[in-house]
DNA sequence: GGGCGGTACTG
DNA sequence: CAGTACC
DNA sequence: GCCC
């Protein structure tokens, strides 16, 4: 910015303000108009990739190069750990960014036309310039966008001449999202001036949906019921981030991604008042302030001994309290359920089930069992939600017990010898951002949870988290034992925790549990990467309890070591638009290495929510059949990518015989100044196009999911891995390992895995399973 | 009272 | 090998 | 912890 002269700055803002006033409230009728439009299709996709990068494969071969190796921070950081004595970890070797590959940002020529018509729709690559001249004939180092997309061309059609200069590299604040506007075209001035602005700051501008929208802006005289209605949407699929015009004037203004669950920024809902009751603030609700409610985060390296640093820099989003409404709750009546063909583009067999993910649920399930009939699956799950007469319509008799309205637990309805029914993935969860009347019981429970894992109960969490999952699908606030008891998964105990919490607001087991002065120590070294349960109680015995302690005196791993160092950065989840962000620097550094490539974001990403814990990378390519013809590309990659001062870290890097699938390690965005640089955790897997499925099955997850879909499988006389669903495993009699490998069943496609056992789709938001 | 996912990397 | 990690 |  420094070349702007002051007077373009000065208009630049002028006619930011200016976007804002008028349309607020100008237009009154325009409202109208808009909606009778809303029958006519959403066709055209005048969205550009900005993709100049020149198709180019860069394979020279692959050379050692420290940069995959395991590598430390770099000194720098040292100074901000204001322990002296830390300073001892801190001066192992810096990172060595290979000093080759100045590549990707000067060499990269001006134009590309076709290199990514193999692959319409999977990245649109960065391009990179310095500066902002536009220039109509490309020329190195100058960006011209024009409005083509491969549809517009295979259809001969017109291009329309449109010309935009993306603005500098580093305030690209879009870079990797898609934006969809609603009003939908760029004929109001003001739109098309915004969707320009958007543009040259990074975003695509779609003009259909697609499920690779990140933002959907909406006009502030729109309401959230009209952009349903237009959308012909029952619900937002979880992962669009919904926000009014405001959203992108303030982050053109900041330069930066604001926070879009900021009041400010929501779409107008006036049916927000009709929604459900949020969770009960319990009664007792300023006494369990001090005692139960979560602490707010404690303060930056506030467990070091030293005075918290003040944050000066803004960061992308602040961190959100255990619940919060993502978006306004829709109270849409279940009657209003519609095929919703938009959110299930790439379903080849009719028989899938649409999405659903607000409290609709209820008729979803429904529905879901018709699409299912023939699979032995009851809909047991819909009779705890609602007082729906549950006649459990067709259970072909198996039925033990037709119980008046009560008590139907389970069904025994079995194929195999198993009842495939009570298998968690049957039934999918929900999205973890939709509000829920049980949040609260859900915090509560989760903690408690939490304790266990790390006095190092093996299977304690896991059945709070199941608990967890159910009560996030239940519709009202459960806070009775009988209403507690009828829900799978909670059994006596759990049921009772459930009404304590409910009705008076705390646990007191919980309160005693964290009462212990050895948990909080406890819990801290468990933050650690690299410490569990086992190592942090040792040390807690040896009479440590600080991070210091554990410096001085312990003897650390290198991944232990950087686990300190970096203890708060890693600590903090990731906002879903820098996981975005992240995730289309990579696209964009693999697309210039290899076209071919296909990266996929997986993980929590994945499943919608609006915070990761940390960044999931598939590596995948069309026709490749073992993780090893990928791996030269990961090495390749990762070197990049440690020149380019993206990795920073090595944490677990593949076995050296070639056969390793899977690289961990940490990241930053390069973009951001360096002090408000944090070091996110990333992983990448290596996944041949033949094993693309059940590695996406497994990388999408959650946790509880992926083990009730395996555990289905065991059952089934297969077994399920992140490279298949096989039959005829043969497992040792006493130990039940596997013996043999078995005969893969099925390994490309996720969905034929979902169907060879039985298991309806889920999209990846509903295996929200805790 | 036994079972509770299946795998990969570190040291 | 145990420990920790990934979903 | 819950389920079988």
Redesign the pocket.
Known sequence: MTAASKSDKARFFEELYRLNEFESDGEPNEAREFLKTCSKPILSRTSEEPSLIPPRKVLKPFKKVPSIQ?SISEPEKIKDVPNATVGSIGKRSGLRGNPQVPAASGSLLGKEASSSAGSADSTNQRPSIEDRRTVSNPVPNTLVLTNSTGIDTMLGKKRKKDTIKLVREADRIFNGFEFFFLRNDDKSPLRKRRITLSREHGAIWTTTWTNKITHLIVDNDLTRKDVLTYLKLNSLPPQVIMVNEEYLSDCFVQRRVMNSLLKKYQVKDPDAGAAKQMAPPPPASENSDSSLQLKAPQSKLSRWGNPPQQETLPRIAQARPASYPQQPVVTGGPEALSPREATTLSDKDGSMVAETQDFGALTEWIQLAKDTEGLPLDNEDEDAVDSVDHSDSDDGGASPLRAPAKRI??FAIKQGGT?QA?FQCMTGGTAASTANPNDYTISVLER?GAY?KRIG????P???Q??CGMLRKQDHLICTYEEAIE???????????IVEIATTGRLR?LESAEADPTDAPLKLF?G?????????S?WLRQGHRTLDDLVKNVKL????KL?IEHYDDLQQRIPREEVTALGQYIKDAAAALDPDIEIII???Y??GAPT?????IIISKPGTTSTTSLTPFLHSLITHLTSQKFLVA??????DDG??????GCCVLPSKPRQSQIWR?I?FLLVPASERGAALL??????I???????L??KMGM?????GL?ENVMRDRWT?K?VT?GRLVEGREERRIFERLGVPWREPWERVLH
């Not at 791993?557 to 232990?560: L, M, R």
Request: net charge positive; hydrophobic share 25%; no cysteine.
């Open positions: 395991r637990k389970r009842n009570n408690l266990y109960d093996q299977w304690r896991t059945a709070y199941k608990a829900i799978r998964t909670i059994g006596h105990r759990l049921a009772k925790k087991r468990v650690i990467y690299g410490v569990n349960t086992t190592l942090a040792e791993s290198e991944n232990q686990g997986g993980g929590s994945r499943r990761s814990g940390d960044i999931d090595a944490l677990a890097v593949p076995h056969t390793g699938s899977k690289w961990h955790r992983d497994y990388f999408t997850g959650d946790d999911f992926n083990r009730s879909m395996r555990l499988a065991n077994s399920l891995n992140q490279r096989y039940r596997k490998e």
